[in-house]
Every structure is written in C-alpha cells, then in structure tokens.
C-alpha cells in the first residue's frame, strides 16, 4: 500500500506541475476582454511578446518573424480583438487571476491526490510501526533499541577488559571478536528498523541520531581494521573515541 500510496504522489506532482503550465498562458480566443481587465482601468500585460507578424527587406526577402505586440504590452480590447484577428491562441500575461486559469480543476485533483497519497503513506507506515513494536516487544534485543544497547555494552565492556589483558596481541584479538558481532548483526538491524525510527522520532530527530550513530560506527570500524593489521595503538586510540561518543548517541534513541 505504501508503493501504490507513493506513486499516487508522484503521478499527483507531475499533473499538478502540469497545471500550472496554463496559469500564465491565457487563450485570447476562450476568454472575454473582461476577464483579462486587472482593475477598474488597467489590463493584464504581455510577459511575452504576442503573436507573430512576418516582415521583408527591401529587397523582398523574409525577415524572422517578429511578434505582433512587445512584452509589456497591455491587453487592451483593440490589443485582443487584433490577436484574435491574426488566429493567436495563447500569450503569456504577468498577472494571475483564477478567472483565466483552465486548468485549475487538474490543480485542485492534484492537491486532493497528494493529500490521499500523503495520508496513505502515514497509515501504512503506522501500521509497520505497530507491528515492529509488537515484534519487538517480544523480542527486545531484535529491536533497534535493543541493537544500540548491545553495541554500547560492546565498547563499554572492551574499555573496561582490555587493560587487563596481558599482550598486544589479545587486546587486538578481543576487539576483532567483539566488534564482529556488530559488524555483521547489530548494525544491520538499526539499518532494517528505519522506518520504525523515523516514526517515532520524526526526520529531524532520526537524522540526528543516524549522523551520531554514524560517526560512532565508523569509529569502531576503525578500530576493528587498525586491530586486523596489527596495530594496537591505533585500534586503543580510535576505541577510547568511540566510548566518548556513547552518552550522546545513548541521547539520541531515548527508549
């Protein structure tokens, strides 16, 4: 439903866009010289120039055609009676007014399609939205929450075990170990649970959350790749990084 909701926005945004074409593109020939006056005294202007008229040099050759009448023009009733003389149908004025719009019912179609598209949309997120917190209520550690939860007990518990381990080579063996877990699990299941997330913290919360959760990530990417090419220093370096890091991203995905 949500596919079906999306293409109904989409179709909507394309014929709405289409619409708008005829809002400054008047048809001389439908409307009356009423319906192009401004105010009392005043028409509507030319945006454009209108019309075309054919010219020759002195010698008998075709000039370009040039228009009838230069932008800026006022639309007079002579200035329509001779546009429609010459078999002009359209020209584009400066002002707007609903009263020359042809194609306002398309617009009007089209916000109605994008409202239904929009409220669409919403109800099938929603209904996702339940049924993960259901799923996930069962199974806690599935659940985004969950996954972030366990990769902060993952960084926590290497900070407080590897300075009691005996070599290089240990500290660098647990954190390839550990950090796997998050690599090939953890990680992924934040990821699956976007829609979850943007759900029930909005754009701009999520999007603070990706960008904390992302530059923590990395982090212990590093540290994972710095412990694989035997480098202790910097794998210790880049773990102590990513411990500063959790409050903040903790703070992020409040519960």
């Not at 010289?33 to 075709?62: P, R």
Request: glycine letters at 8%.
């Amino acid at each position: 439903m949500k596919l079906i909701g999306y293409l109904i926005i989409t179709v909507c945004v394309i014929t709405g866009a289409l619409s708008t074409i005829t809002a400054y593109h008047v048809d001389v020939q439908k409307y009356t010289d009423e319906q192009f006056k401004i105010s009392d005294n005043e028409y509507a202007h030319l945006n454009h120039g209108g019309g075309l008229k054919e010219t020759e040099h002195a010698d008998g050759t075709a000039h370009a055609p040039e228009p009838l009448y230069e932008q800026g023009t006022e639309l007079t009733p002579d200035v329509l009676a001779s546009l429609r003389e010459a078999g002009v149908h359209r020209v584009r004025v400066k002002e707007f007014t609903f009263a020359r719009w042809d194609m306002w019912w398309l617009f009007l179609l089209s916000v109605i399609g994008l409202t239904a598209g929009g409220m669409l949309v919403k109800a099938t997120v929603r209904k996702q939205i339940a049924a993960a917190d259901a799923a996930h209520a069962a199974h806690p550690s599935g659940s985004p929450s969950g996954a972030l939860t366990r990769i902060l007990e993952i960084v926590a518990s290497l900070e407080r075990d590897l300075p009691g381990m005996a070599s290089d080579e240990d500290r660098m063996q647990a954190i390839i170990d550990r950090l796997d877990e998050m690599q090939k699990e953890l990680v992924l299941q934040i990821v699956e649970g976007r829609t979850m997330l943007i759900g029930k913290l909005g754009m701009r919360r999520f999007a603070e959350f990706m960008d904390a959760f992302s530059r923590l990530e990395r982090t212990l990417n590093r540290a994972w790749s710095a412990s694989a090419d035997g480098v202790c220093e910097e794998a210790l370096i880049c773990l102590d990084e990513a411990f500063a890091m959790t409050d903040l991203v903790r703070s992020k995905l409040p519960e």
